[in-house]
């Protein structure tokens, strides 16, 4: 069983997931938590905690996300892209409620998720050695989830696994050609 606070945070990432920011109260957090207000506040005394668990929550994730394609046996490119499907994972979630907050300026937001993606590109351009190449692929990967995450219907992506297998071939096209300009130069 999770601990209050995860529950909490669970509670916050849906209703924003679900409703967005003006629905996502601390009364709302609190019912759907199953703790009592008291409860809440002892864990986040403001909303502005709430937001700062939150971003905590998705930083860490996001941590082991960018470790994972550092140490991927087909490049971290590949990686970044053929991950870039939205299936519900905590990162996933993480992802989309502070997107939500994000949308209505919220700058704890704003600043968590321009460090997140600073972070993935800076994964990819370790790679790659080159910015211009590691945004192209970024961009590729961003692209895939913006169109799982917002358009994919009962839980199946609008990319089949054929056409990503497809991108990754662009990938590799990406990453050969940035490689080939390198030994040239």
Same mark, same amino acid.
């Given at each position: 069983m999770s601990s209050s606070r995860e529950r909490i945070l669970d509670s916050f990432e849906n209703?924003?997931?679900?409703?967005g920011e003006r629905a996502a109260t601390m009364e709302a957090v609190a019912a759907a938590a199953d703790v009592s207000k008291g409860? $809440? $506040?002892?864990?986040?005394?403001?909303?502005?905690? $709430?937001?700062?668990?939150?971003?905590?929550?998705?930083?860490?994730?996001?941590?082991?996300?960018?470790?994972a394609m #550092?140490?991927?046996?087909?490049?971290?490119?590949?990686?970044?892209?053929?991950?870039s499907v939205f299936e519900d994972s905590a990162l996933d979630r993480a992802l989309v409620s502070m997107a939500r907050l994000a949308q209505q300026g919220h700058?704890? #937001?704003? =600043? =968590?998720?321009?460090e997140i993606q600073e972070g993935w590109?800076?994964?990819?351009q370790a790679q790659l050695g080159d910015r211009t190449a590691a945004r192209a692929v970024k961009l590729l990967g961003d692209g895939l989830y913006y169109d799982a995450?917002?358009?994919a219907t009962d839980? #199946?992506?609008r990319t089949s696994?054929?056409?990503?297998?497809? $991108?990754?071939?662009?990938?590799?096209?990406?990453? =050969?050609?940035?490689g080939n300009e390198t030994a040239h130069s």
């Open positions: 209703a924003l997931i679900r409703d409860g $809440l $506040l002892y864990h986040f005394p403001s909303k502005e905690a $709430l937001v700062d668990g939150l971003a905590d929550r998705l930083r860490g994730l996001a941590d082991r996300d960018r470790e #550092a140490s991927a046996e087909d490049g971290a490119a590949r990686y970044y892209v053929r991950t700058p704890t #937001a704003k =600043s =968590s998720l321009a590109l800076g994964a990819l995450a917002f358009f839980g #199946a992506g696994r054929d056409e990503i297998e497809e $991108l990754l071939d662009v990938v590799d096209l990406i990453v =050969s050609r940035r």
